[in-house]
C-alpha cells in the first residue's frame, strides 16, 4: 500500500498541475509533508489514528489554528485562525493531514462560486462550467482528485449541489450533528459542516470522527451518533413536486425515474409523496437565512480585524466605508435584505411568517420520514451551468436551492450521490435525505442504492 508521503506528493503535484481551476486558494505543502511523515511512522509503528493517511482539504470558512482563514472575503484579509474548529481537531487527533484551503463563494453565500473575491472556481468535468456552491472549490478537489476527502459547509445546500455538479459524494449531516464551534457563521440555525468523498464509505468514516457533543457549541446534539440499523430501505417516498416542476431538465427526470424502477426492481415499496410547500421553500429559506447574516456579519466592521478603509475621518466612516469595500455585492445584498426583513414594521411580515412556515415544513419532514426509510428527490433542477451566465435577476440563482434547502429548514440529514450524466457528459446527482438523526442510516442507504 502506497505510504501517506507518497499520496501527498502525488496530490501536491496534481494540484501544481490544475492551477487554471482555481481551487485552493493556499496549499500547506511542507506542513502536509511533515505531517504524513509523522503519520507513517505512527503507521509502521501500530499507533496510528482512525485516519490515518486519510488527506482533507479545508474549506475556507473552517477555523484552523495559525492558518489563514478568509472565507473568501476581502474584509477577512490577512486574518489568522486564532484557534481551529472542533471538527478539524478531532480529525487531526485521528491522524487526518490536511493540504489545504479551498476557494468558496464569499462567506458561503452563493451557488455556483463565482462571489469569491479570489475569482471563480471552474468544474474539473468541464472548466467552461461552475462546480455549483457555496463549497465548490471542496466539491472540485475532490472531483479533480486532488484530496481523498474535502469539508464543506451546507446552509441551504452548499455541499449537496456542487456535489451533484462535480459527480462527487456531498453530505450535509442532522443539525447538530457536528459542532459549529470554528466554522465562520453564515446563519446559525441553518449551517453544518459535512464531508466530500469520491464515495459513502470515505464520508461515514470522516463522519464517525467529527460527530459529538461540543461544549463550544450548545447547539451540538448531545446522544452520541448511533451506528447504521438499515442498511436496505424497505419503504421509500419520492417527492412527486420534484419530478412533475417545469424547471427539471428532461435528462435528469430521465435518470430519477430510471432510479425509481432499479428501487422497484430491488424490491423497495417506492411511493409519490405531495409537498404543497416546495415553492415556499426558497423565499421562507432566503428571509430567514439573510436575517441570521445580518446579524452574524456584523461583527466584520472594519474595526477587531481584517480589512479597514483607508480614508476614514471617524468611527461610522471606518463602518461604512470598509463593509462598503470588504464585502462583495451579493454579501452586501444579504445583508440588506436580512436588515430589512428584521426591521421595525416588517418582522411579523415577513420573519415571523417564515418563521411559521419553516415549522409547518419540519412538521411535514418529520412526519414524512416517520413513514418512510428516504426522501428521494434529484439534487438540482439542472446539471452544471455556465461559468459568467448572465443573470439580470440574482433571484434565478436561488431558484438552484429549491431541492436542497428542505433538509436545511427542517434540520435533517441528506446526500447526494451521483447517479449518471446527462447528454453532454455533465453529472446528475440523486438527494437521499433521512430523518432528524438517522445520519449513518442515511449514508447507509445511500451507498446500497448506488450498488444497485
Not at 415571523?352 to 419553516?358: E, I, L, N, P, T
Not at 428527490?377 to 428542505?406: K, M, W
Request: hydrophobic share 40%.
Amino acid at each position: 500500500m502506497s505510504s501517506t508521503a507518497q499520496a501527498v506528493e502525488t496530490f501536491l503535484s496534481k494540484i501544481e498541475q490544475t492551477k487554471d481551476l482555481n481551487i485552493f486558494l493556499e496549499v500547506w505543502a511542507d506542513e502536509a509533508r511533515d505531517k504524513a511523515q509523522q503519520v507513517d511512522e505512527k503507521i509502521a509503528q501500530g499507533t496510528a489514528g482512525k485516519l490515518a493517511g486519510m488527506v482533507i482539504a479545508l474549506k475556507d470558512n473552517i477555523c484552523y489554528r495559525g492558518h489563514k482563514v478568509s472565507a473568501a472575503s476581502k474584509i477577512l484579509e490577512g486574518f489568522e485562525s486564532q484557534f481551529s474548529a472542533t471538527a478539524v481537531e478531532r480529525l487531526l487527533a485521528e491522524d487526518a493531514v490536511f493540504i489545504g484551503r479551498t476557494n468558496c463563494d464569499e462567506f458561503a453565500m452563493g451557488s455556483a462560486n463565482e462571489n469569491s473575491a479570489f475569482g471563480a472556481v471552474k468544474n474539473p468535468v468541464d472548466p467552461t462550467k461552475v462546480p455549483g456552491g457555496s463549497s465548490g472549490g471542496s466539491a472540485a478537489a475532490v472531483a479533480a482528485g486532488l484530496c481523498h476527502v474535502a469539508l464543506g459547509s451546507d446552509t441551504g445546500g452548499s455541499i449537496r449541489q456542487p456535489a451533484a455538479f462535480t459527480g462527487t459524494v456531498g453530505f450535509k449531516p442532522s443539525y447538530g450533528r457536528i459542532s459549529r464551534h470554528g466554522l465562520i457563521a453564515y446563519a446559525s440555525s441553518f449551517d453544518q459542516i459535512g464531508p466530500f468523498a469520491a464515495n459513502v464509505a470515505d464520508a461515514a468514516k470522516v463522519m464517525e470522527v467529527m460527530a459529538g457533543a461540543d461544549d463550544f457549541d450548545a447547539t451540538a446534539m448531545q446522544q452520541p451518533m448511533a451506528p447504521a440499523s438499515k442498511e436496505a430501505p424497505k419503504k421509500v417516498a419520492y417527492l412527486k413536486t420534484a419530478v412533475d416542476h417545469p424547471k427539471v431538465d428532461a435528462s435528469i427526470k430521465k435518470a430519477f425515474q430510471a432510479q425509481l424502477e432499479l428501487l422497484e426492481n430491488a424490491g423497495c415499496i417506492v411511493e409519490p409523496v405531495e409537498f404543497d410547500l416546495l415553492d415556499a421553500l426558497v423565499p421562507v429559506y432566503y428571509i430567514l437565512t439573510t436575517a441570521e447574516a445580518s446579524s452574524n456579519l456584523a461583527r466584520f466592521d472594519g474595526v477587531h480585524a481584517g480589512f479597514r478603509a483607508e480614508d476614514v475621518s471617524d468611527l461610522e466612516s471606518v463602518y461604512k466605508k470598509s463593509r462598503s469595500a470588504g464585502f462583495g455585492k451579493e454579501v452586501q445584498r444579504r445583508i440588506m435584505l436580512g436588515t430589512f426583513v428584521l426591521s421595525a414594521g416588517y418582522y411579523d411580515a415577513y420573519f415571523g411568517k417564515a418563521q411559521a412556515v419553516r415549522r409547518m415544513v419540519k412538521e411535514w419532514t418529520d412526519k414524512t420520514l416517520s413513514e418512510y426509510d428516504v426522501l428521494l428527490c434529484p439534487t438540482t433542477p439542472s446539471t452544471a451551468f455556465e461559468l459568467g451566465r448572465e443573470v439580470s435577476d440574482p433571484t434565478v440563482n436561488y431558484l438552484e436551492d429549491i431541492f436542497t434547502v428542505q433538509a436545511n429548514i427542517a434540520g435533517t440529514p441528506a446526500v447526494s450521490i451521483p447517479i449518471g450524466v446527462d447528454p453532454k457528459g455533465l453529472p446528475i446527482g440523486l438527494q437521499v435525505m433521512g430523518a432528524n438523526g438517522s445520519d449513518m442510516d442515511t449514508l447507509a442507504i445511500a451507498a446500497w442504492i448506488q450498488k444497485q
